[in-house]
Structure formats: structure tokens, C-alpha cells
């Protein structure tokens, strides 16, 4: 499947929407969003209640990582968007400068990929529906924490006020195998774990969670709460360096004119 483009999604969407007046139990990052025109989508997946990947593919819904982005990324975006039975839809959003060129390194990094990141990135841009989200743009406070192995609590890599007695923003992951795993996005500068899924490399339910865990370690490790959402789905985006920004006036526009043809073809039937 080709990348597709997030604005004319955006509008299929819109339109489903307002010609259907409901709101999809999942809105996906296009409607979410603002940046999110000029970003492609690479991958999708349904979070399982429990996974033990030991290097294999997660079963994505989207994967267009075999499709390379001509003149390279310029940034990575990764969304969570969660709901449990009869309670509100929750997302967020971080997106950040590339720290890698290579698509098959920016999803669940499984050992098979070869991706362990453990460190700073930058110009994080957060958004979110979830209050105590700290949201901005240009934030240089951010970091992530991306590895198929167990971990402790220790700081490794002194990650400015992270707790070296509990899992937070700052952790080790000083073991080897495809044990536990942990794909995390922090801003330590406000205190933050943004988005978290742990577990998928132990068995046994996932740890998911926007924000920091009210209860038990900050960035949801030994939560096993995954079986609690009935709507757990992550995508990651990227914009290409030469990337072109959509106008939201032509967008919106485009949006009207399609409306406007609808509405003429059901007045017209009458
Ligand atoms: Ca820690
Ligand atoms: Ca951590
Ligand atoms: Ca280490
Ligand atoms: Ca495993």
C-alpha cells in the first residue's frame, strides 16, 4: 500500500463524518492533529491485551515501512489514543526531529529490527485531549526509551530528574533478550511520560498509558492494564524533509465544496 497523503484522508473522513453525524469510536491522528498534514502514515497497529513478540512483526494494521520517503524524514510522530468501556477517548500526541532515517527502526522496536533507542530527541511537539498533558511546541525536554529488553530502575543515562528507585523517564536496560519491553516517549523537562506500552516482549497484559500512572511506577511498567481499553490504537507518522504544508483554508474549502456536492445531489433527488 502506498503512504497515503493525511489530507485527503482527512477529508474522506470529515465528510464520513458529517454526512453519517457521528463520531468514529476511533478518530485516528488525522482528525486529531493539527500538524498531521504533512505527515505519512508508516504504521498502525491494534495494541493486543498481550504480546511476547521475541523479535517477530507485530501484526500491524498499517505497515508502509517498505515504501521509503524520497529525500528523507524530517520528523517522527507517534499517537496513542485509548478508551476504556463508558469512559472518554483519550489520545496524544509527540512528534520530533528524525534520530533515524530508517522506517523499519521507528515502530515496536522488536530485537529482529535492531532498534534500541535510549536518548534525547528534539523540537518535541506534544498535543493532547488529556488535561494534565503538558502540550507545546519546539520542546527541548524530550526523550524516549525504546528496547526489547527487561530494565531496572536505575538512571542510566542521568536523564535530568528521573528517580533511580522507581521506572520513570530514566531506566536501564542493561539486559539482553527479548524480555518485557519498553516503547516510551517522556518530556523529563515537565516530569512526563507522554505515551507508554510496555510488556510486549514478557507475556502477560501489556502496560499502556498517556501521561504518568496515577498509581504504581510513572511510566506504567508492571501496570498489566492493557485488558482494560477497548479502543488501543497507536500510529506513527512521519513528514518527509520535503514535505509541503497544506493551507487550512484550501483544505477547508475542498471540505465545504464536497459537502455542498452532496447536499446539491440529495436537494437535486427530491
Ligand atoms: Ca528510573
Ligand atoms: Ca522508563
Ligand atoms: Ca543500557
Ligand atoms: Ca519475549
Known amino acids: 500500500m502506498n503512504q497515503k ?20 469510536a476511533q478518530a485516528t491522528a488525522i482528525l486529531d492533529v493539527a500538524e498531521i498534514g504533512s505527515y505519512s502514515q508508516i504504521y498502525q497497529i491494534n495494541v493486543p ?19 521509503p520517503i524520497a529525500g528523507g524524514i524530517n520528523r517522527i510522530g507517534y499517537y496513542l489514543e485509548l478508551q476504556k468501556a463508558g469512559g472518554p477517548r483519550q489520545w496524544v500526541w509527540a512528534s520530533m526531529d528524525a534520530f533515524t532515517q530508517n522506517l523499519g527502526q521507528i515502530g515496536v522496536p522488536v530485537a ?8 534525547n530527541i528534539n523540537n518535541l511537539n506534544v498535543a493532547s485531549n488529556v488535561g494534565s498533558i503538558f502540550t507545546g511546541s519546539g520542546i ?23 528517580n533511580g528507585g522507581n521506572y520513570d523517564f530514566g531506566d536501564n536496560n542493561n539486559y539482553t533478550g527479548s524480555c518485557y519491553g519498553s516503547m516510551q516517549v517522556h518530556n523529563y523537562g ?5 505515551l507508554a506500552w510496555n510488556r510486549w516482549d514478557g507475556g502477560g497484559n501489556g502496560d499502556l498509558g498517556i501521561g504518568n500512572n496515577p498509581s504504581g511506577h510513572p511510566d506504567w511498567t508492571f501496570a498489566g492494564n492493557a485488558g482494560q481499553y477497548t479502543l488501543k490504537s497507536m500510529e506513527i507518522w512521519v513528514q518527509a524533509t520535503n514535505h509541503t504544508v497544506p493551507e487550512p483554508l484550501s483544505l477547508a474549502l475542498m471540505g465545504l465544496g464536497l459537502i455542498g456536492m452532496g447536499f446539491s445531489r440529495r436537494v437535486g433527488a427530491r
Open 190 to 194: 515537565a516530569g512526563q511520560t507522554l
Open 49 to 67: 491485551n498481550a504480546a511476547d513478540y521475541n523479535g517477530g512483526t507485530p501484526s500491524y494494521g498499517v505497515n508502509n515501512a517498505g515504501s
Open 5 to 24: 497523503n493525511a489530507s485527503a484522508t482527512a477529508l474522506s473522513l470529515l465528510t464520513l463524518t458529517l454526512f453519517t453525524g457521528a463520531q468514529p
Open 112 to 119: 529482529n529490527t535492531g532498534a534500541v533507542w535510549q536518548q
Open 140 to 162: 527541548s525536554t524530550g526523550n524516549i526509551e525504546f528496547w526489547h529488553n527487561c530494565y531496572a530502575t536505575d538512571n542510566e543515562v542521568g536523564v535530568p530528574g528521573a
